[in-house]
């Protein structure tokens, strides 16, 4: 397989769980300032490959969600928080630097000696009827399937020939990690603007992480300003949630766009996590769907090897399409529908919106049908 983020490093761990003989090619990742919340499902994933002991010590749980529409919109919504324990749960999952993410996935990948990695970049992608042929700087792999985990400008999608849709935002995202004056609670707490969602995310005792959505040349300014600037900008904005906040790691903008394959496997070739599909960091959607393709992938492929059949037989593959499709579809629309639904000032569709959170408030079932699918498809 190629792709060495946190989905490609993954999928090579449960692949060779699953008794798929594998080889990794991939360079080492590089620096990631961002956060991850891991949702129940992901948490779950990771349980079973053995992974999450060496994460929970630098996780932070997110025991409710508080969405808070922007006091300047003309008509608002209601004040609506999501308790992981309406539906039974300790927590909706955790919040984890990218950095000790793909740290303690890398160290499981260098400690599991049936699975070899190539610290090298894929430079020819060759796929034929009988099997993919991977040629790295130093050497020439061959295989019966070939796992692309290779981001947005994949080449593993590029040599299958599968096309690609890509759509863009007029946003970009503002990303930091903060310290702060009030407690969190182990609440995520996501401020609604007609720019996009303001969103700050536990990291720890008094630290949080956020990711600020606004439009591109408001973001540039906010970047440009010295760490004090940029501290009170944030309180501003936050109100007083949190208290008076400091920085404490480094910033990272980018722009929002949003990518989905026009398939998510081929004979011989199956997709997993952003060279599938890429989502603006909305939701906390993107990586958690990319690690169910890799659970999805190990598990099929998997059952393939176990039988005595080719895992990338085309009979294969369109079983991985086909159970990975409409989670991917449902995902991606949901999140683009939403991130569009905040940036309208159109009276009507303010006080749709104002409606439909007055329901969720109201109406616990719905609320908790919410939460359920917002986890994972079919629920908890």
Known sequence: MVGGGPAGL????????????????????PEDHRTTGLLAGSVAILERAGIWPALLPVAAPMRAIRLIDDGGRRIRGPEVVFRAAEIGLDSFGHN??????????????????????????????????????????????????????????????TAAGIGVRRWGYDQAALVTTLHHARGHDDISTEIHTAAGPFTLVPLGDRRSS????????????????????????????????????TLDGQR?????????????????????????????PIGAQ?????FRDAAAIAEVA???????ADPG??????????????????????VDLLNRSLLTDAAPAL???ALALQAVKRVAPLRRLLMREGIAPGGV
Do not use: C, K, M
């Open 10 to 29: 993954l999928a090579a761990l449960l692949l060779v769980q699953g008794g798929v003989a594998t080889v990794l090619v991939a360079p080492p990742a």
């Open 96 to 157: 984890v630097a990218n950095r000790d993410l793909v740290a303690a996935l890398a160290e499981a990948v260098a400690e599991t000696p049936q699975l070899r990695r190539v610290a090298d970049t894929a430079a020819d992608i060759r796929i034929g009827i009988g099997g993919v042929t991977v040629r790295t700087g130093g050497e020439t792999l061959r295989a019966r399937l070939l796992v692309g985990a290779d981001g947005r400008n994949s080449a593993v999608r």
């Open 210 to 245: 956020l990711v600020w959505v606004t439009r591109p040349a408001e973001a540039a300014a906010l970047a440009a300003l010295d760490d004090d600037a940029l501290a009170r900008a944030i309180g501003q904005r936050a109100g007083p949630i949190l208290g008076a906040v």
């Open 252 to 280: 990272q903008v980018f722009p929002l766009s949003g990518l989905a394959a026009r398939r998510l496997a081929v004979p011989r070739v199956a997709l997993v996590g952003e060279a599938a599909h890429a989502l603006p």
């Open 286 to 290: 993107g990586l958690n769907l990319g």
């Open 302 to 308: 998997g059952a393939a090897v176990r039988a005595g």
């Open 313 to 334: 037989a085309a009979a294969v593959t369109a079983r991985y399409e086909a159970g990975r499709r409409g989670d991917v579809a449902s995902r991606t629309t949901g």
């Open 351 to 353: 006080a749709l919106r």
